[in-house]
């Protein structure tokens, strides 16, 4: 693996080859594809534990310091056409009635998807302290299941939703449209360029992080949007000890490219954000078990199934034929599979949540 996150073009093994031709084909059962996936987590754990603490951070920090020399992000382009130009009536199939698109709350086993969203959405509040009349910025605003929310459960706020992807920005507009929503904006705008005079009290970033880069800059960019006393709340995916550029392992590992295109995502380590702390510094830190993260994607699952006949001509219409539209049911089946296994692993103590709140540093 390229340590320095430059992509590497390593010819695939031809049973790797043949195991995603599978995949793409729905030829591998579940718990097949499960057991699979488990081995390379198992080789990733191997990799990113070292035998030493001081290994251990040493790894953390090489990562760290590498990003310094980087661009905000690369391979923008890629990851918003293949990941977040997503048809709106498929994400209204697969996840619970805000459409958020990333790690809920289930605070009991009997919670349910749209109960579990709707809590994570309080949590978000609840630490980011956000309070009626607060002027807030959601970078990275996905299907504005966050900007929605404030927006109605804080009338005097004004909120800012930012995404370079142009069927989220229509979808949030018809949406606040529908509801009365005066008081939502929605900019679409790549955040890696994006310029802007404004200030908010409230900045709030979930799953945004771990497609980014050079953190140095990103939060340097991020502190000017910051009002005086305001805060940032970030919640990003990360492994609860070790750091990595989402990138294959070596020339056996099928699984880290599954999902997500290269060179795309860093998994950040639990406490990867502290030490980029020139602009910003930290005032709170909390992780949240993978279990959370694992159950949603458990979730999503069971409604992609359970709705297969439904979704099947939404592709067809998208991608042209019955043979790409099972192609790219199987790939979301994948997407959510990989998910419930990654976060599931050692019952949520591996791969995890974590949400970080700053200040500004003056
Ligand atoms: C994992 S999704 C999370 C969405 C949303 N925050 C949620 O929780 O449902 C990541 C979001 O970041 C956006 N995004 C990724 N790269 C971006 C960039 N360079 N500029 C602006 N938005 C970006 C994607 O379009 C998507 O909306």
Request: net charge negative.
């Given at each position: 693996?390229?340590?320095?996150g430059?992509?590497?073009?390593?010819p695939?093994?031809?049973?790797?080859v043949?195991?995603l031709?599978?995949?793409?084909?729905?030829?591998?059962?579940y718990?097949e594809?499960?057991?699979?996936?488990?081995?390379?987590?198992q080789?990733?754990l191997?990799?990113?534990?070292?035998s030493?603490?001081?290994?251990?951070?040493?790894?953390?920090m090489?990562l760290?310091?590498?990003?310094r020399h980087?661009?905000i992000?690369t391979?923008?382009?890629?990851?918003?056409?293949?990941?977040?130009?997503?048809p709106?009536d498929?994400?209204?199939?697969?996840n619970?009635?805000?459409l958020?698109?990333s790690?809920?709350?289930?605070?009991?086993?009997s919670t349910?998807?749209?109960?579990a969203?709707?809590?994570?959405?309080?949590?978000?509040?609840?630490?980011?302290?956000i309070?009626?009349g607060?002027?807030?910025?959601?970078?990275?605003?996905?299907q504005?299941?966050l900007?929605?929310y404030?927006a109605q459960?804080?009338?005097?706020s004004r909120?800012t939703?930012?995404?370079?992807?142009?069927?989220?920005?229509?979808?949030?507009?018809?949406?606040s449209?529908?509801?009365n929503?005066?008081?939502?904006e929605?900019?679409?705008?790549?955040?890696?360029?994006?310029?802007?005079?404004?200030?908010?009290?409230r900045?709030?970033?979930v799953g945004?992080?771990?497609h980014?880069?050079?953190?140095?800059?990103?939060?340097?960019k991020?502190?000017?949007?910051?009002?005086k006393d305001g805060?940032?709340?970030?919640e990003?995916i990360?492994?609860?000890?070790?750091?990595?550029?989402?990138?294959?392992?070596?020339?056996?590992d099928?699984?880290?490219?599954?999902?997500?295109?290269?060179g795309?995502?860093?998994?950040p380590?639990a406490?990867?954000?502290?030490y980029?702390?020139d602009d910003?510094s930290?005032?709170?830190?909390?992780t949240?078990?993978?279990?959370?993260?694992s159950?949603?994607?458990e979730?999503?699952?069971?409604r992609l199934?359970?709705?297969?006949?439904?979704?099947?001509?939404?592709f067809?219409t998208?991608?042209?034929?019955?043979?790409?539209?099972?192609?790219l049911?199987?790939?979301?089946?994948g997407f959510?599979?990989s998910g419930m296994?990654?976060f599931g692993?050692?019952?949520g103590?591996?791969w995890?949540?974590s949400?970080?709140?700053?200040?500004k540093?003056?």
């Open positions: 693996m390229a340590v320095d430059k992509q590497q073009v390593v695939k093994k031809t049973f790797i043949e195991l031709k599978k995949l793409e084909l729905g030829l591998v059962p718990d594809i499960k057991k699979l996936i488990r081995i390379e987590l080789r990733r191997q990799w990113g534990y070292k030493t603490h001081e290994e251990q951070i040493d790894q953390v090489k760290a310091h590498s990003l980087t661009n992000a391979e923008v382009d890629t990851l918003d056409s293949q990941m977040y130009e997503v709106i498929f994400l209204k199939i697969m619970g009635s805000t958020k698109g790690c809920c709350y289930f605070q009991h086993d349910t998807l749209d109960e969203e709707i809590a994570m959405l309080d949590l978000y509040c609840e630490r980011a302290q309070k009626d607060h002027s807030v910025l959601d970078l990275g605003c996905g504005g299941a900007t929605l404030v459960k804080y009338k005097n909120v939703a930012v995404t370079n992807s142009v069927s989220q920005k229509e979808y949030i507009e018809e949406e449209r529908r509801r929503l005066s008081n939502v929605v900019l679409l705008a790549d955040i890696t360029t994006h310029k802007m005079a404004d200030t908010y009290d900045i709030l970033v945004l992080f771990e980014m880069k050079n953190y140095e800059l990103l939060l340097r991020i502190s000017e949007w910051i009002a805060l940032l709340f970030v990003h990360c492994h609860k000890t070790f750091a990595y550029h989402y990138e294959p392992l070596d020339e056996d099928w699984f880290t490219e599954y999902v997500f295109p290269a795309t995502m860093i998994i380590s406490s990867f954000f502290l980029f702390q910003v930290v005032v709170n830190h909390w949240l078990s993978g279990k959370h993260f159950r949603t994607n979730e999503w699952l069971k199934d359970a709705n297969v006949e439904v979704i099947k001509p939404m067809v998208l991608t042209g034929s019955e043979e790409e539209a099972m192609k049911i199987n790939y979301w089946r959510c599979l296994v990654m692993y050692n019952k103590e591996e995890m949540a949400h970080v709140l700053f200040k540093s003056y």
